[in-house]
């Protein structure tokens, strides 16, 4: 009944998105929608209309293409980030630290997690931005006072324990017997890791990048405060950007009437963002079942 009661609540939610979509594409009732293809490939991201004549002429645009781009955007510079971070900390506290120094330091990276993202974000806006826009001006770069970068690397300090918690569960799960197996080969420490325990639980840290992607994809607090809500087409890491879940999250604040494009637009990035989701979910698992080794 538990496992039922998961799957009919998935599937409640996956209608819920779907059924708002097709309204938003296909509804007559709706004014103002664009067409499929306008909002796949579109290059303009601009859900506000005039509400006053004195606001003049607002075009309003639903290109889905700048919200993507920012979101792989920051995506990727968060993982250029946490990926190296995380994964050589996860070998460092699995292969070579002691018991009692991965008592004290694992606890304390997983810290990490637990801090809220608004205070992340703060401290994206407040510290890291200023410092990156001051730097880029004292080498002659223009850039922005909200960027992609700054929240991109905050984003990665957010995820770093992701990759390493995971990442050392994996790594531990190898047997010993390999590794003794490399020594008594004539293999140094490292060769052994590189060799041996990585490419054993390569699978495992497959699926730890994968999660962090994933969850790298739908954080919004760090975003709305570090890199703007501009819906830019760029990839210039010192733009201000937006990303799939800012703008959800912008267009459903407040009061709304969902017989307009403009709030069911939201459900329509919703079930983009669940697709792509689900795409790279599918990925990972093709990437694991290819490289899964089974161990007696």
Do not use: H
Not at 15 to 20: C, D, G, H, Y
Not at 146 to 165: C, K, Q, T, Y
Request: aromatic residues 10%; negative net charge; hydrophobic residues 55%.
């Amino acid at each position: 009944m538990c496992a039922l009661i998961a799957i009919l609540a998935t599937i409640g939610i996956v209608f819920s998105v779907v059924t708002e979509t097709w309204r938003f594409f296909f509804d007559p009732n709706i004014t103002g929608k664009p067409t499929v293809t306008d909002f796949l490939f579109g290059t303009e991201w601009n859900p506000q209309a005039a509400l006053r004549a004195d606001q003049g002429e607002i075009v309003t645009a639903f290109g889905f293409l700048p919200l993507l781009v920012g979101t792989l955007l920051i995506t990727f510079i968060a993982m250029c980030v946490a990926g190296p971070l995380g994964l050589l900390s996860a070998i460092y506290l699995a292969e070579y630290a002691s018991p009692r120094v991965r008592a004290i330091f694992k606890p304390v990276l997983e810290t990490l997690a637990g801090i809220p993202t608004v205070v992340l974000g703060f401290f994206a806006a407040l510290t890291v931005a200023p410092l990156i826009r001051a730097a880029g001006e004292s080498i002659g770069l223009d850039v922005a006072s909200e960027s992609a970068l700054a929240a991109g690397l905050v984003m990665g300090m957010m995820i770093i324990p992701f990759i390493s918690s995971l990442s050392d569960d994996v790594i531990n799960a190898v047997p010993q017997s390999l590794r003794d197996g490399a020594y008594a080969l004539g293999s140094t420490k490292s060769e052994t890791i590189r060799r041996v325990v990585l490419a054993s639980a390569l699978p495992g840290v497959v699926s730890a990048f994968m999660l962090a992607i994933s969850r790298g994809i739908g954080e919004t607090m760090i975003v709305v405060m570090a890199a703007g809500l501009a819906g830019n087409l760029t990839f210039n890491p010192l733009e201000a950007v937006t990303t799939i879940t800012v703008q959800i999250k912008t267009i459903l604040v407040g009061d709304q009437e969902f017989d307009s494009a403009k709030t069911l637009a939201a459900f329509a990035l919703g079930f983009v963002l669940f697709f792509v989701t689900l795409t790279l979910n599918y990925i990972a698992l093709r990437i694991v079942k290819a490289y899964r080794e089974q161990y007696d």
